[in-house]
Structure formats: C-alpha cells, structure tokens
C-alpha cells in the first residue's frame, strides 16, 4: 500500500481529470464507486489527492452477493480507502436476475438502485469507466442493432436519484490508467469473473477488442468520436420529439390522442411512441414493437378492440386514445364487455423489451389493505378511518368539503365498498331520472378495463357515491364545512 500515501499532484492524468469534474462547492458529498479494481482505485487515489474533496469524498463498495471472493474484496477495499483516509461503505444488494434479465442487466440494475438510495440533492457519484468502456459499450449497442440512444454510449454527465452521476475518466485510455497505477505502486484486486467469455462484455474485451486493435490501433478513440456524434445528434432528435410529442400527449391520463398522432408522417410516429414510452418510464421498445403498436393498435378499424400484451404491460386503444396499462394485479387483460379471451384481437408480446418501471411505490400511512387475491372484494369502511387500500391498490379517502355527503350522516353510517355486478343505477342531483353507470362511464369516455376497478360507496346499503366521479341526489349536500367528499388515488 505504499502508494496509498502518495499524492499525485504532478500527474498529467491528475490535472486533466480535475478539470472535467463537475464538483464545486455546492456539492455536498462525492461518491466513488469502488470495486476494488484497477480504474476505481485509480479513480479514488485522484480524488483522494483533492483537498477540496477530502471532506466530501465517500467510497463505496457493492456486493451483489455473486462472487466467494465478495468479502475479501471488501475488506481490501476498506483498508485501502482507510490508507487514503477516506471514508468507507459497503452496500450490499441481490443480483439475482429476473425473467428477461441478462446476469450482467441484472446486476447493473441491483448496483444502481442501491447507489441511488445513497444521493441526495447536490450529490456526485463518480464511476471510473474508461474509453475502452466506451468502445465495448458503442460495440454491444451496434451488435444489437441500437438506435441513436444506444449508439451515444454511456454520457460524462446524467442525472442519477437525487444527485448526479459523472464519469470522469470516460474520455482517458485504459493504457494511462494503467500506467498511472504501476507509477504510484498502487494495490487492486482482479476479479477472475472478467476473463470468463460467457459474458458478451467479456469476449469483446478480451477476445475481439485486441484483434480490432491489431488493425485500427486508435479504435477506441475513434469509435468514442463516432459516439459523441451520435450523442449530438440524439440532442435535436429529441428536442423535435419533446415538440411533436407535446401535441399529442395527454397528461391527466398519460395516453396519446390518435387523431393527432396520424396527422404526422411514420417517422415522426415513431419518435412520439418512444417518446411516449420513456415518459412513463418504460424501457425503449424495439422497432418491432413500435410498428406493431402503429399498424395493429393505432390504425385498427374503429369497432376493433386491439390489445398488444407484454411483460406486464399492455398497448391498447379507446375512442381516440391509445393506452399503456399496467397489469399489476394479477387479473386478466380486461377484455371489453362481451368479448371473450383468446380472441385474436389479443396479441402476446412476450419476450420484447417491455419492463415495469423501477421504484414502484406502494400504499400510505393511515390505509387499510383490502388486496388479497386480487380479485374485487366488498369491505367495509373503518369507523373512524381516514383511507382505504382496494383490491386494485387504489387509494380511497374522505376528505373535508363543502359539497357532497353530509359528514354527521358519513358518520353514522355503515359504509360499505363494493364493485360492480351489473345492472346499478343512480339518480344524479340536477338530473331527471336514474342513470345506469354503464351509460354514465360511457358518456364520461371512461374505457371499459377501468369500470369495473371504480369502487362503488354505499351508505347503509345505498349507492351513495361513484368513487370521486358522481354522488346520488339521495346524498348530496352543500353545506358550508360540513360535508365529506371522496378522492381516487391510483
């Protein structure tokens, strides 16, 4: 470790790895994510070296719980961060892949979720991937058949949780890291997983990259040009996507209007669908799925009722919007009112790229769980209780107002929750007669997947309310603080 106490103010790498980093003084603490190898522990030795980082400096070890070697890995890791005088953590983390999960996705995912509970505003983490990286990474991207998103590479800067994430070393040959690390005599650990070729990252790095290199001995710098220019030019794809998918996108519900959305030619389509899938956090669909969702969903007949079925999500139609719907409860794909399933208008999309979004959250304080096998259940309302957690994870509460039920007759009342069976109606205040809510839902253009998940209130046996939608003349008041209104939440 002798190398450890040395300072490495008169390195060239040094002063023009300073330079590229985004950490002045309103950071508050930084980062650096190290596995113990030879990039992260140069990384670390250079901002060790940084007395205005000292107090902010933070290293950071993940176990994925993947490896034998983990704990000594760790515990090398803790020395040398203590040698350098910087403090330690060790996150531990499950990186077990899931169904349409590659090891490596998995184990990305894992470390990067746990590294995000880390940030907070104004929060750096720095990772210590090189131009080599770059190269492999544009590489993989092009094999696959990436667009522009992939072939940019991985960006210097992104935002990351609360905080950001940079790459300071992205732009540095691999051979200077190196170099830098036998200069200053520094100790790393080498992880015998790296020269496995199961993996595709692996069988680039040590079968393909140094034959390319035989024949283009700059690749790696080229190649990394190539990406920031495919970075550039993402820039303006983007910037005319945000423009055309304005138009279209409807923010209360996160569907797009179809109408407005054939009025642009296929490319601009294109664009508006990925645009559209990563404003609701969706990993980007293939071009095959996008194509699909324009010539089965969006350009299906009007009395059609397509629906492209993923990985817990599904594409579909009504009127004139097009839907993304979680399936999240376990329940079926909702099929409109008198179609059965297994109707060919129902299309399995399983095995593409379609994945939940990460973070899902659930639930509140004060909610009553009514989610059992996910099937509609009626329950009563807890006397006293403020919310209530239905059998489609939607949150039900009763708020304060002064229209809608009398809050003495809420009450005194034994409130029940139910779900449709068929065949309700109510008589609604300023109308004449009943209403089926079928023909209420139909009016209000509330598809037909949704109805039967709207709970339905009664008071001492009574239909009182139609969740937050409409409350029967029978019950509604407007009195001044003395009544109670009720509000949805998905």
């Known amino acids: ?52 980082l000292k107090d902010k400096l933070r290293a950071v070890y993940v176990d994925h719980g993947l490896q034998a070697e983990a704990e000594s890995w760790a515990e090398h890791c803790e020395k040398t961060a203590n040698d350098l005088g910087v403090e330690f953590l060790t996150l531990r983390v499950n990186a077990q892949a899931l169904p349409g999960e590659s090891p490596e996705e998995a184990a990305r995912n894992a470390r990067y979720a746990a590294l995000k509970s880390l940030m907070k505003v104004d929060d750096a983490l720095l990772l210590a991937q090189h131009r080599e990286d770059q190269l492999e990474t544009v590489l993989l991207q092009l094999f696959r058949g990436s667009g522009l998103p992939g072939l940019s590479g991985m960006p210097e800067r992104q935002a990351f949780g609360a905080g950001v994430m940079l790459r300071p070393l992205l732009n540095t040959p691999k051979q200077a890291i190196s170099d830098y690390a036998q200069a200053y005599q520094l100790s790393w650990v080498e992880d015998p997983s790296n020269q496995s070729n199961d993996y595709d990252r692996n069988f680039l790095r040590n079968a393909v990259v140094p034959l390319l290199k ?20 993402l820039v303006l794809v983007e910037e005319v996507a945000e423009e055309l998918f304005v138009e ?21 389509q294109q664009l508006i669908i990925r645009r559209w899938f990563r404003s609701i956090g969706l990993k980007m669909p293939a071009q095959a799925v996008v194509g699909r969702i324009l010539s089965q969903v969006v350009a299906a007949a009007a009395q059609r009722d397509p629906v492209l079925s993923g990985q817990g999500y599904s594409i579909r139609r009504y009127r004139d919007k097009l839907y993304c719907l979680t399936n999240l409860s376990g329940t079926d794909l909702h099929l409109p009112e008198g179609r059965q399933a297994g109707k060919p208008d129902v299309t399995n999309l399983s095995g593409t790229d379609l994945h939940l979004p990460e973070g899902r959250q659930a639930g509140k304080p004060d ?73 209420l839902f139909q009016e209000a253009g509330i598809p037909p997947w949704e109805r ?39």
């Not at 690749?219 to 495919?230: G, L």
């Open 1 to 52: 470790m002798k190398g450890e106490r040395q300072k490495a103010k008169a390195s060239p790498l040094f002063e023009g790895i300073i330079s590229r980093l985004d950490l002045g003084n309103q950071r508050q603490k930084v980062y650096v994510a190290y596995s113990g190898g030879v990039d992260s522990h140069v990384l670390l030795h250079l901002c060790a070296s940084t007395p205005r």
């Open 214 to 233: 035989q024949r283009w001995l700059a690749i790696d710098k080229t190649v990394a040009r190539s990406a920031k220019h495919c970075a550039d030019a």
């Open 248 to 268: 279209v996108f409807n923010p209360a519900d996160t569907t797009l209007c179809i109408s407005r959305l054939t009025e642009h030619h296929l490319h601009q």
């Open 367 to 439: 909610v009553t769980n009514l989610s059992g096998a996910g099937l509609p259940q009626d329950a009563f309302w807890p006397v006293g209780q403020t919310s209530i957690k239905t059998a489609y994870n939607q949150i039900l509460s009763c708020v304060p107002s002064s229209k809608g039920m009398l809050r003495e007759q809420w009450a005194g009342a034994k409130v029940e929750i139910r779900f449709r069976r068929g065949g309700e109606k109510v008589c609604l205040p300023g109308r004449q007669g009943h209403h089926s809510l079928k023909n």
């Open 452 to 490: 039967d998940r709207i709970p339905l209130i009664y008071l001492d046996d009574r239909l009182a309310a139609v969740a937050d939608k409409w409350i029967s003349a029978e019950f509604y008041h407007e009195e001044t603080n003395g009544c109670v209104s009720l509000l949805l939440q998905s």
